[in-house]
């Protein structure tokens, strides 16, 4: 298990996949990325294969802290993205050479299926109903959509009153067949919570996700008590550390680190038992690609407090390439009832399509996300 060799393909629609080979020929597979910035990652993996060939895969949590402490600057969305590939990698590679799922590894299954949910459009009302019957046929009991477009610090009135409208046309259609979360991406400042709040109330959603940016994390104490509406955030949070503080202040209701961008399978498992610890419940995000999925879902299996799981199929990002595309068993990923069932193969469970992989790199990519104006030319959250 001494590790030979890495490798990396960045490929379309915007996602970096990992390679790392040892020299008894077992290969595990990450997706270090942070979307938008793939090349960036990408360089700093490199950096970090001069303290990766030559060790033994074995040693997951002693190569973490290396990477973790060993640099002296800690944390961020690139360094711990970075960490995230190379984690997940390892753990595949463990439960490869052990022929066992990694959940295995992580102390055993406490469920034999998961609970799924994907995206459907929310800026866009014309849209809204035909992709939620498209997602309902596809299986999914569950959607999530964005509760608004760009948005001003203060916004009229007239832009309040028309975000509740596709949440209302989807209760008006499925009633509470279908589980509808919110998500606020950050978009809403302080100051226009409530009153949004207030607006969605009616058609109860089954979560509101950030609410405010993670940097302004502190408002949500003004929030919390201000809804029953279970509050969600943490996509932009990248470690333990930058959990805790939230947890302490007792202002959320499910936590969604990222198995991409928050230390991987590793820190992710650590997180999800801190926040078991203060009732908060899990629900990872995941916008990304076949493995980051596999990470998310091994957590979940073991994690008491996992509720729910993100997945990107279909999601508008993934133009021309789908979360399918570069995987030789898809079938690990068929939903049964709006679940997914436990996985039995060793490692991640995941075949990866390598062929594809470099066909794809061919192709590469230079995804970034928009950047939004008001009418006044002021920047606006996207």
Known sequence: MIIEKIDLFKV???????????KDGIIGWGEPVVEGKASTVEACVKEMEKYLIGKSAKNIEDI???FYRGGFYRGGPVLMSAISGIDQALWDIKGKALDIPVHELLGGAVRHQMKMYCWIGGDNPDVVLEQAHEKMKMGFKAVKMNATGGMDWISSMKEVKTVSNNIKLLREEFGYDL?????????IHKGMVKRLIDELAPFEPLFIEEPVLSENNEALKHIYNYTSIPIATGERMFSRWDFKPLFE?????IIQPDLSHAGGISEVRRIATMAEAYDVTLAPHCPLGPISLASALHVDFVSANAIIQENSIGIHYNQGFDLLDYVLNPEVFDLEDGHIKLFDKPGLGVA???????????IGHDWSNPIWRGKDGNFNEW
């Open 12 to 22: 379309p629609p915007r996602w970096l996949f990992l390679k790392i080979t040892t």
């Open 64 to 66: 973490w802290q290396v």
């Open 179 to 187: 589980d509808v979360g919110l998500d606020f991406h950050g978009r």
């Open 249 to 253: 202040q007792g202002t959320v209701d």
């Open 352 to 362: 990866i399509n390598e062929e594809k992989l470099i066909e794809g790199a061919k």
